[in-house]
């Protein structure tokens, strides 16, 4: 069986992708990565369990805490506040965590190098959030062209970022498909225990469920 | 005055390449990032030296041990021998670790998009080492292209590899004139007191220096 390195952040993107990974074929190498963002405990939490009930081959757990040392990012700042959602607002939220998902993929290749994994998948996608740089398509085709040129010459390794062109909708449907349990994933910027459901992050997760008619697992502080 | 991250190993490369950059007018943010090599320790003495005598404006260290639990590297792998240089052998050294240059130049363009440096650093040389992929230039252009996509639109971060088509002993003499004090650089892969002077990086740090006929200013286990 072909491996593949799974981004699991927890969140319902990167689990729909693993799922969509394992209905491909593949055996899955779970990757969580901890950087430091307000909720890491419930993220990781909701990843183990999916690792679990997918289930992975082997999942890996790595700390990346410098991300929130460097700054630059509401998410990795306790001492910030998180902006509740603003349909209005043109520029970068300043939830963007400066190129994390460069950071996130690199981490990915040498997983998949060092095990002879053939696959990494994302969940990135580009519609729904406000363009943070590091989801776009042109992103990720030239990190492809960065694993080609850098990785050994007998290495091949595709990056998989099937819902980069679709919204959380779309994301969504698959998901309902494939049987993925959303109450084990998590969205919400702000709280670990009931999800806020003000920030973006909730906003564009309600938005999903409620366009697709499928009611949200989850419980919030409000409804949104 | 322009910041420039510098990644700052320890090693001859990267000091020569951020007194270069100190000389090319930037002010310095050093980094080191330790990921579990075996002469860590010593590398790390000397890059907080080297940051200290520049003097950089700051100096980041920044620990990735993940890359030595995912392995396939006798160079994070304690367990493994690292091998004599061997001048006859044709494949990728065993100390190649998978993908660390992406993962280094990653944490370096976080670092210069959240604290505002235009520009990055880094010592990769190809000429000398024995075909690490993500120290030829084709991976160093299209990284560019990755940090050009996936910062924010505002963000402009140059990659300075500015020797990656020179020789070490080409490097050496730069750095001679830019009055580099190499007692406070370390190459061997094996040891942190005495350099063994028979492992790769001591064979090629030994013959440049002969090859320009300076003195070496440190001590070797075995005369190289």
Redesign the interface.
């Known amino acids: 069986m072909t491996k593949a390195v799974c981004l699991m952040s927890g969140g319902m993107d990167s689990t729909t992708a693993a799922y969509l990974a394992r209905e491909q074929g593949y055996e899955i190498v779970g990757l969580h990565v901890t950087y430091g963002q307000r909720t890491e405990g419930k993220e990781k939490q909701c990843a183990r369990t999916i690792a679990r009930l997918l289930p992975a081959r082997e999942f ?1 757990e ?3 805490g ?2 929130r ?4 990012s509401t998410l990795t700042d306790q001492q910030r506040v998180i902006a509740d959602y603003d349909p209005q607002r043109e520029e ?1 939220p300043d939830t ?8 996130l ?3 990915a ?3 998949a ?3 002879g994994a053939e696959a990494i998948f994302i969940g990135a996608q580009a519609h729904d959030y406000s363009g943070y ?2 989801c ?1 398509p ?2 990720l085709e ?2 492809q ?9 007998t290495t091949s390794i595709t990056l998989h970022a099937p819902f980069v062109h679709m919204t959380k909708a779309g994301i969504l449907k698959i998901g309902i498909g494939l049987g993925v349990p959303y109450e084990h994933t998590w969205s919400c910027y702000r709280n670990e225990g009931l999800a806020c459901g003000r920030c973006g992050s909730c906003h564009f997760r309600t938005e999903a469920f409620r366009e697709i008619g499928v009611r949200d697992p989850l419980s919030y502080e409000e409804i949104p």
């Open positions: 890996l790595v700390d990346i410098y991300l040392i460097l700054g630059g970068l963007y965590v400066p190129f994390r998902n460069a950071n993929l690199s981490i290749t040498s997983a190098e060092a095990k740089p590091d776009r042109a992103f030239a990190f062209e960065v694993i080609n040129r850098g990785t050994r010459d």
